[in-house]
């Protein structure tokens, strides 16, 4: 297995830059994953997929305005060289008023350098650096990080979206029942429902359940390597409380289908099932990297969003279904002129 073996070719104007209006009127692939099938269809039909004794699993993490811009100072600063703007993405907090961040550009950035935002209003000092091109940010005891962010901060819209946010990214890269703030990246395959959604899902008899993982830089780091084995996938914190878990027991042990709506909430019960052997209560870091070959024990179906060529999420995709069938309907979907990424179209493999 290499990592060239997930590759595919996307015309870049298949890349989704803004999203569905209304978040509905997206389309969606149907995959069967034992044999390949797919239809055509749209999300708004998505109930009409799914069974009443099914369970559907959402990711409410919610999205923090995690890109901000500051005045870096040197501690050490050379004869005449001038202060300069960087771009700080706040990533996670790594303990009281400590934050890991990516900068940019970040290589020359030193331990004791001073970052200063908004005029003074927040300031943080450099600490070491850590895997991943991850830097420490120490903050003054007591500094409203959240609050700051909110008021300043920008909505982390993916690189390849290329333009600024705007005051509509706020609510649109947003899932409409987010509510654990903490995440760095939507968890787009939640971006398609709307309430009346939700309305008509529960009207079935299916039950919704909520888990938190907070979306971190681990779901888009590339896989550079060639063996995809050798990749170590980041962290990232979840929660699950103890009436999820003893739902989900339940649905396991009736037979019932367990859909997880994302890639995140899929690694979340995966790696719960996979340590303790059925679904637990509890707080802790997820780094699952889910690979063909893997044996799946939480999930029966995955709704799911169209991924990047070489990326763990699309590693997982075909660890669910197959390499060959998902490049197969990867295949069908760029020639149907589906819409991809995080603002893009979406497919339900069951």
Same mark, same amino acid.
């Given at each position: 297995m290499r990592t060239s073996d997930f590759d595919y070719e996307l015309p870049p104007e298949l890349i989704a830059r803004e999203p569905a209006r209304p978040r509905d009127f997206s389309r969606m692939m149907v995959l069967n994953r034992r044999t390949g099938a797919w239809v055509d269809?749209?999300?708004?039909?998505?109930?009409?997929?799914?069974?009443?004794?099914?369970?559907?699993?959402?990711?409410?993490?919610?999205?923090?305005?995690? !890109?901000?811009?500051?005045?870096?100072?040197?501690?050490?600063?050379?004869?005449?060289?001038?202060? !300069?703007?960087?771009?700080?993405?706040f990533v996670t907090p790594a303990g009281p008023d400590i934050w890991e961040v990516l900068c940019r550009p970040g290589r020359r950035i030193r331990a004791g350098d001073r970052v200063i935002?908004?005029?003074?209003?927040?300031?943080?000092?450099?600490?070491? !650096?850590?895997?991943?091109?991850?830097?420490?940010? !120490?903050?003054?005891?007591?500094?409203s990080i959240e609050d700051f962010l909110?008021?300043?901060?920008?909505?982390?819209?993916?690189?390849?979206?290329?333009?600024?946010?705007?005051?509509?990214?706020?609510?649109?890269y947003q899932t409409v029942y987010?509510?654990?703030?903490?995440?760095?990246?939507?968890?787009?395959?939640?971006?398609h429902f709307t309430t009346p959604i939700l309305d008509r899902i529960r009207a079935r008899g299916i039950e919704i359940l909520q888990i938190t993982l907070h979306v971190g830089i681990g779901t888009f780091i590339p896989v550079r390597l060639e063996d995809p084995a050798k990749h170590v996938l980041k962290a990232e914190r979840y929660h699950v409380s103890a009436e999820t878990a003893s739902r989900l027991n339940a649905a396991r042990n009736q037979?019932?289908?367990?859909?997880?709506?994302?890639?995140?909430?899929?690694?979340?019960?995966?790696?719960?099932?996979?340590?303790?052997?059925?679904?637990?209560?509890?707080t802790g870091e997820a780094d699952l990297f889910i690979l063909p070959g893997y044996e799946f024990r939480a999930i029966s179906g995955l709704l799911t969003n169209f991924h990047l060529p070489r990326?763990?999420?699309?590693?997982?995709?075909?660890?669910?279904?197959?390499?060959?069938?998902?490049?197969?309907?990867?295949?069908?979907?760029?020639?149907?002129?589906y819409r991809f990424y995080s603002y893009g179209d979406c497919m339900l493999i069951v």
């Open positions: 269809s749209r999300f708004r039909d998505l109930p009409d997929f799914l069974e009443p004794s099914d369970v559907l699993v959402l990711n409410d993490t919610r999205v923090i305005r995690a !890109r901000t811009y500051g005045r870096l100072e040197r501690t050490f600063a050379r004869p005449n060289e001038t202060t !300069r703007e960087i771009e700080v993405l935002f908004e005029d003074g209003e927040l300031e943080g000092i450099f600490g070491e !650096r850590r895997d991943h091109g991850l830097c420490v940010l !120490r903050f003054r005891p007591g500094s909110e008021a300043h901060g920008h909505v982390p819209l993916p690189p390849y979206i290329e333009r600024e946010d705007t005051a509509a990214d706020s609510e649109e987010a509510k654990t703030w903490g995440a760095v990246a939507a968890p787009t395959a939640g971006l037979g019932r289908r367990i859909i997880a709506v994302g890639t995140t909430t899929t690694r979340t019960l995966e790696y719960i099932t996979h340590k303790y052997g059925q679904f637990e209560e509890g990326s763990t999420l699309i590693m997982l995709v075909s660890a669910f279904a197959s390499r060959s069938a998902i490049l197969a309907a990867y295949g069908h979907a760029i020639g149907e002129r």
